[in-house]
Nanobody, 124 residues
Framework: VQLQASGGGLVQAGDSLRLSCAAS????????MGWFRQAPGKERELVAA????????YYADSVKGRFTVSRDNAKNTVYLQMDSLKPEDTAIYYC??????????????????WGQGTQVTVSS
């Protein structure tokens, strides 16, 4: 599966952005999906994930209550709604799929298929 992320940009603190990640094939609907980010000089971190069905979600503590992950399997797309953005949210955001499991649970360290990143910059 190939993944294409979009929706990044330059915003001010407190603004919102919605990232999208389109997958190239219908098998997308069988995989848990995640959104990662990497800021300069920092390690990549998982910020949100959604199960194949969309029922289960995971959020990093730093984004809980501000970010919402969702998916539309009919459109082969996963979304990350980011509200109340902070300067510390500035990073390159990547979507990823866990193709090691078919209709399995979210496992934070087994995402193995990556899209290109999209830059999110939040000014203060």
């Amino acid at each position: 599966v190939q993944l294409q992320a979009s929706g990044g940009g330059l915003v001010q603190a407190g603004d919102s952005l919605r990232l999208s990640c389109a997958a190239s094939e219908r098998a997308f609907s069988n995989y848990a999906m995640g959104w990662f980010r990497q800021a300069p000089g920092k390690e990549r971190e998982l910020v949100a994930a959604v199960s194949w069905s969309g029922v289960s979600t995971y959020y990093a503590d730093s984004v809980k209550g501000r970010f919402t992950v969702s998916r539309d399997n009919a459109k082969n797309t996963v979304y990350l709604q980011m509200d109340s953005l902070k300067p510390e949210d500035t990073a390159i955001y990547y979507c990823a799929a866990d193709t090691s499991r078919i209709r399995g649970p979210i496992v934070v360290n087994t995402f193995n298929t990556w899209g290109q990143g999209t830059q999110v910059t939040v000014s203060s």
